[in-house]
């Protein structure tokens, strides 16, 4: 399974989370797409349910426990 870079998901959702919001799969999967984001990426945001993250530290343990983290 193809796994992303955790410096690449935080590029792209740690702007949100800086402003106090708590994405979902679906804002952050629109951000990648609109984005310069590999595959990897989309991948990894799309593994994650419908639910709003509340935090960098909740995204990075979904997405480890998922198993699509690289690093």
């Known amino acids: 399974m193809p796994t992303a ?3 690449d998901i935080v590029r792209l959702a740690g702007p ?4 106090g919001l708590q994405p ?6 629109e951000l990648a797409f609109t984005g ?3 595959d990897d990426v ?3 945001i799309d593994s994650l349910d419908g639910k709003p993250i509340p935090s ?3 995204l990075r343990e979904k997405l480890a426990a998922n198993g699509v983290l690289a690093d």
């Open 42 to 44: 989309i991948d990894a």
């Open 56 to 58: 960098l530290d909740a």
């Open 16 to 19: 949100l989370f800086e402003q």
């Open 36 to 38: 310069d984001y590999s």
């Open 5 to 7: 870079s955790w410096n």
């Open 24 to 29: 979902d799969r679906s804002d952050l999967l």
